[in-house]
C-alpha cells in the first residue's frame, strides 16, 4: 500500500472526527484558532504518534497517565504551584485522556492550566504582599531549588510555606550578587577601561532595584507571561507533553515554536551560540556550536544556569520560571551587538552565587563547523617524536540541496576529511585522531561515507523499523584513504551520527576510542512531519505545527544498540565533561538499550587488539600520574564535585557568605596550580591549555610505536 494511498485513507478518517465544545479559560487572548481547528490538531497529532512512533504505543490508559503526570510536570517543573489537592482535583480525567485525544477533545489541557494560572496569581499576590516584610537572614533554615523528585505540597497552606522560602531564596542570592559585585568593584575601580564603566553603570542601576523589587518584578512578568497564552500555545505544551511521553526526542511545535525551530535549524538570527535547555525553572547551557560567540569566548560553560539577560545599556531582565522559547528571544539580537548574562555558575553547585558575562552577538559562520585539520609533533614512549595529524569535526554536515540537484562537488565532512587526510599524506603523519568531542551528529549518509575513508569497505550500521525489519549500512566504494593508526577521541556529548561512526571504527577494531566514559547515547532515527500536510485531503487550509518523532534505532555491527548506553571508551580520560549528568540515560521515557544478531563479516583490522589497547592505557595512566598540570585539573573536578553534591542552599546569609569566600578560596588556590603549572612550561608543550587532547596525541604516538 502506497505513503500516498495511506494519507488519503487517515484524511477520510479524520473526516469523521467530533468537535467537542470546552471551556479554555476565561483569560484566554483572542485566537484565529477556534474549536475545529484545534480539535483536528489534537486528533492528527496523538494518530500520527501512537500509529508511527518506534514504540507503537497505542492511545490506551497507561499511555493515559503518563501524559497526566507529563502534562502537570511540564507545566510546574519545580513543583511550586500544583498541589497534591490540585492534583486530586484533575485526577477524573486521568485514565480518560486518551479517549479525549482521539474525539479530538483538549479540554484537559486548558482546565490544568486554568488552575495552573490560577497559582500563579496567587503566587504573585502573595510575594506582594510578602515582600513588603523583610525576611530574617539570621535563622538556619535552607531551600531545595531542584524540586523535581521531592513530593508536591499537601495543600495550598503547606504550598504558602514553600513560596516563602522560594522568595526568601531569590531575595538572598540578589543580596549576594550585590555584595560580591560591590567588593569587585571596590578592587577593580583602578583597571577599569571606559567600557567597563559603563557596564559597571548599568549594574549600578540595576543594584539601586531592592533585590525585593527585582523579585516582586519578575513575579509579576512571570504571571502575565502565563495569563496571556494564547489557546494553540497551551494546546502545543500539552501535545508536547504526549510527545515526550513516546520519547526525549519526540515533539509537538506550535506554529509559532515551528518558526523559531526553522530559524535556529536555518541559522537565520545572530545570538551566543549556545544550546539552552530549560531545568527546574532556570535556563540551562547544554552546549556550544563550534566556532560560535560563546565557544570562542569561552567563559560560559555547559551546566552554568542564565538568571538574567540585559540589553547592551539596558537594565537585566530576570529569566528564572521563563518559557525557553522567550528566553532565548532575548539571549538573541542583532548582529555585533552585546549582551550580558547573569549566570550560577554550573561548576560551583547549588550554592552557586551569580557572576556577569558579556558576549559580542554574531552570525555563526559556516566555515566555523567545518572539519580543520592540525598536525602536531609529539614523543612516543620510545622517545622518538612522532606527527600526529587531528581533525576536528563538529558535525557531519552535508549540503543536501545541493546533493539532491547533483551539484557534483556539493559541502560534505567526508570531502573535507579526505582533503585534509591528503595533506597529512604528504606531510607523512604517523597516526590520525578524530576529535568528536562536541559533534552532536547529522547526517547518516556522512557517517557511512566517512567511515568508508578508514577501512577498504564493509558494513558501518544496522537500523531496526518499527516494523522491526533490519536493514544493514555499508561503504561499498572500495577505497581506503587513510589506513594508519586511528584514535578518536570522545565525550558525553559525542552523539547520533558521531556514534555511528565511532561504533563502526570499533566493531572492526580499526581504531581506538578515547575520552569520556560513554558517548550520549542517542541512537534513534528522527521523522519530522507537518501536521499541515494532512490538512488537505479534507479540505482545510490553516498552520497547524509540525510533528517529530522516533522511527527506528541504530544497531552497531556488533549488535548491540547505541541507544541509552552510548560507545564505550577503550581508555578514559579525566574530563569535566565526564562529571556532568549529560547523556540518553538521564532523559525521561528514552527507549532503552536492545541487541540484535551482530554481523558475520565483520572482520578485525588489527591484530593483538586487545594487548595494545591494554598497553596504551597503561602508559597513559603512568603519564597522568606523573602530571603536574592534570593533578592541578583533578584538583578543580574534585572541588566541581563537592559542589554538585549539594541539594539545597542555606538561607542564612552569613553562612552563605562564607561558603562563598571559602569556595572562592579553594577555587582561587587551583586555578593558581593550574595557571602557575602553564606559566611554567613552554608555549608547544601548552598548545591550547587543552589537556584532554595533548593526551589523546600522546596516546596516538604510543599507537603508532606498537603498530
Not at 135 to 140: A, K, P, Q, S
Not at 243 to 251: D, K, T
Not at 411 to 440: E, H, P, Q, W, Y
Not at 552 to 557: G, P, V, Y
Request: glycine letters at 6%; aromatic letters at 8%; proline letters at 4%.
Amino acid at each position: 500500500m502506497s505513503k500516498k494511498f495511506n494519507q488519503i485513507i487517515f484524511a477520510i478518517f479524520l473526516l469523521s472526527i467530533v468537535i467537542p465544545c470546552f471551556a479554555a479559560g476565561a483569560n484566554k487572548t483572542a485566537s484565529e484558532y477556534g474549536n475545529k481547528e484545534l480539535a483536528l490538531i489534537t486528533r492528527i497529532t496523538s494518530r500520527l504518534l501512537s500509529k508511527n512512533h518506534y514504540r507503537q504505543q497505542p492511545l490506551d490508559e497507561n499511555l493515559s497517565r503518563q501524559l497526566f503526570d507529563e502534562y502537570l510536570d511540564e507545566l510546574d517543573p519545580a513543583k511550586l504551584y500544583f498541589t497534591q489537592e490540585d492534583v486530586a482535583s484533575l485526577a477524573a480525567d486521568r485514565d480518560k485522556l486518551c479517549v479525549q485525544l482521539q474525539n479530538g477533545d483538549s479540554s484537559f489541557a486548558f482546565k490544568a492550566y486554568d488552575v495552573f494560572r490560577k497559582r500563579i496569581n496567587e503566587f504573585c499576590l502573595f510575594g506582594e504582599k510578602r515582600l513588603k516584610t523583610p525576611f530574617d537572614f539570621t535563622l538556619n533554615d535552607s531551600f531545595t531549588p531542584d524540586r523535581r523528585k521531592l513530593p508536591r505540597a499537601k495543600d495550598l497552606a503547606e504550598l504558602e510555606k514553600l513560596w516563602d522560602l522560594r522568595l526568601k531564596s531569590d531575595v538572598l542570592s540578589y543580596r549576594l550578587m550585590n555584595r560580591i559585585q560591590s567588593e569587585e568593584r571596590a578592587q577593580n575601580a583602578k583597571n577599569l577601561t571606559n567600557d567597563d564603566k559603563k557596564r559597571e553603570e548599568t549594574a549600578s542601576k540595576w543594584e539601586i532595584k531592592k533585590p525585593e523589587e527585582r523579585v516582586l518584578s519578575r513575579l509579576r512578568d512571570i504571571s502575565n507571561e502565563i495569563t496571556q497564552k494564547d489557546v494553540i500555545d497551551i494546546l502545543g505544551i500539552y501535545l508536547n507533553s504526549l510527545a515526550q511521553v513516546y520519547g526525549p526526542h519526540s515533539n509537538y511545535y506550535a506554529p509559532k515554536l515551528e518558526e523559531d525551530f526553522e530559524m535556529a535549524m536555518n541559522l537565520t538570527l545572530s545570538g551566543i551560540g549556545a544550546t539552552l535547555s530549560r531545568e527546574g525553572g532556570y535556563i540551562k547551557i547544554v552546549g556550544f556550536t563550534p566556532g560560535g560567540p560563546a565557544a570562542l569566548d569561552g567563559r560560559l560553560k555547559v551546566e552554568d544556569r542564565i538568571i538574567a539577560v540585559a540589553q547592551d545599556g539596558e537594565e537585566p531582565v530576570d529569566v528564572i520560571d521563563m518559557p525557553l522559547s522567550k528566553a532565548v528571544q532575548l539571549i538573541r539580537g542583532p548582529e555585533k551587538s552585546k549582551v550580558t548574562l547573569t549566570i550560577l555558575p554550573g561548576e560551583k553547585g547549588r550554592s552557586a552565587v551569580p557572576e556577569t558575562i558579556t558576549i559580542v552577538r554574531d552570525k555563526i559562520v559556516l566555515a566555523e563547523n567545518e572539519a580543520k585539520g592540525a598536525i602536531r609533533t609529539v614523543k612516543a614512549f620510545d622517545g622518538k617524536e612522532r606527527k600526529i595529524g587531528i581533525i576536528t569535526l563538529p558535525s557531519f554536515y552535508m549540503d543536501f540541496e545541493s546533493a539532491m540537484k547533483g551539484v557534483p562537488d556539493f559541502k560534505s565532512c567526508t570531502r573535507d576529511v579526505k582533503k585534509i587526510l591528503a595533506d597529512f599524506k604528504k606531510d607523512k603523519v604517523d597516526a590520525v585522531i578524530m576529535d568528536l568531542r562536541r559533534n552532536g551528529g547529522g547526517s547518516l549518509p556522512e557517517a557511512i561515507t566517512l567511515t568508508g575513508l578508514f577501512i577498504p569497505s564493509g558494513p558501518v550500521v544496522q537500523i531496526r523499523s518499527a516494523n522491526q525489519k533490519i536493514s544493514v549500512k555499508s561503504d561499498n566504494d572500495g577505497e581506503q584513504i587513510y589506513a594508519g593508526p586511528l584514535v578518536i577521541l570522545n565525550s558525553k556529548l559525542s552523539a547520533s551520527a558521531a556514534e555511528i561512526f565511532s561504533a563502526a571504527i570499533r566493531d572492526c577494531q580499526r581504531g581506538i576510542l578515547v575520552g569520556d566514559s560513554r558517548t550520549f547515547g542517542k541512537g534513534t532515527v528522527l521523522d519530522v512531519v507537518p501536521i499541515d500536510r494532512y490538512l488537505k485531503y479534507i479540505g482545510e487550509n490553516f498552520k497547524a505545527g509540525s510533528a517529530t518523532y522516533e522511527t527506528a534505532m541504530f544497531f552497531r555491527t556488533a549488535g548491540g544498540s547505541v541507544q541509552q548506553l552510548g560507545i564505550a571508551s577503550d581508555i578514559q580520560l579525566p574530563s569535566l565533561t565526564e562529571h556532568i549528568e549529560v547523556g540518553e540515560m538521564f532523559m525521561d521515557n528514552h527507549l532503552p538499550w536492545d541487541s540484535i544478531r551482530p554481523l558475520p563479516d565483520v572482520k578485525p583490522y588489527i591484530a593483538d587488539f586487545d594487548t595494545k589497547v591494554a598497553k596504551l592505557k597503561e602508559l597513559s595512566e603512568a603519564r597522568i600520574a606523573k602530571n603536574t598540570e592534570y593533578g592541578a585539573f583533578l584538583k578543580k573536578l574534585e572541588l566541581y564535585n563537592k559542589y554538585k553534591e549539594r541539594n539545597s542552599v542555606s538561607l542564612n546569609e552569613e553562612t552563605r557568605w562564607k561558603e562563598y569566600r571559602e569556595e572562592k578560596q579553594l577555587q582561587d588556590e587551583s586555578d593558581k596550580l593550574y595557571e602557575d603549572r602553564l606559566a611554567g612550561a613552554t608555549k608547544k608543550e601548552n598548545s591550547g591549555h587543552d589537556l584532554v587532547l595533548t593526551e589523546t596525541a600522546n596516546i596516538a604516538a604510543d599507537f603508532s610505536e606498537l603498530k
